[in-house]
């Protein structure tokens, strides 16, 4: 566990240098009233022996404000023998809104469902983390986020550790900031 922490930690610094880079000629801010969309993929680390899986969904969501954004996601994760899917909503506190590097808070919660082999449950998750939207285009940008995310079902649970880069559009705004 301790060297998946380390690993994606590094991955997290090394590309969010390696967006900064590329996306210094994009004017680009998360904008109030403006609606985004994002398909992410990646991993999470189940602990309790649970072991580490690929993860993939999309999410859809409205920037209420600079600062805020709520959206609804869903995630997909094949296990051996079944999968598990992951159906929820949160909101991310965006720090440094007007900017193309943009770092946020994440936290979210919803319901979850496993099943394959003739097992079944539902339960729920509960989630918070941080990452970074870094514009590449007015309105097109990619974001590493790591979230730790608790999963229970059925009176068992785990502790997950999910590493995920998402490939996002903001539309509605202007992707510059407005003058007054």
């Known amino acids: 566990m301790k060297t998946f922490v380390k690993n994606a930690i590094s991955g997290l610094c090394i590309a969010a240098l390696f967006l900064f880079v590329l996306s210094v000629?994009?004017?680009?801010?998360?904008?109030?009233?403006?609606?985004?969309?994002?398909?992410?993929?990646?991993?999470?680390?189940?602990?309790?022996?649970?072991?580490?899986?690929?993860?993939?969904?999309?999410?859809?969501?409205?920037?209420?404000a600079p600062a805020a954004t709520v959206f609804g996601e869903y995630s997909y994760v094949?296990?051996?023998?079944?999968?598990?899917?992951?159906?929820?909503?949160?909101?991310?506190?965006?720090?440094?809104?007007?900017?193309?590097?943009?770092?946020?808070?994440?936290?979210?919660?919803?319901g979850a469902q496993y099943g394959g082999g003739?097992?079944?449950?539902?339960?729920?998750?509960?989630?918070?983390?941080?990452?970074?939207?870094?514009?590449?285009?007015?309105?097109v940008g990619v974001a590493p986020e790591y979230r730790y995310v608790r999963l229970e079902e059925s009176g068992a649970g785990a502790n997950s550790s999910a590493f995920t880069g998402a490939i996002f559009y903001q539309w509605g705004g202007t992707g510059t900031a407005k003058k007054k």
């Open 25 to 64: 000629s994009a004017r680009a801010q998360v904008e109030g009233n403006t609606g985004v969309v994002a398909g992410y993929g990646g991993m999470v680390h189940v602990g309790d022996g649970g072991g580490t899986h690929a993860l993939f969904g999309g999410l859809g969501g409205y920037n209420l």
């Open 118 to 139: 003739g097992f079944s449950a539902n339960g729920w998750y509960a989630g918070f983390g941080g990452g970074v939207k870094c514009f590449l285009s007015p309105h």
């Open 78 to 110: 094949p296990v051996t023998g079944g999968h598990a899917q992951l159906y929820g909503g949160g909101v991310h506190f965006n720090f440094l809104p007007a900017t193309k590097i943009v770092p946020y808070v994440v936290g979210a919660f919803g």
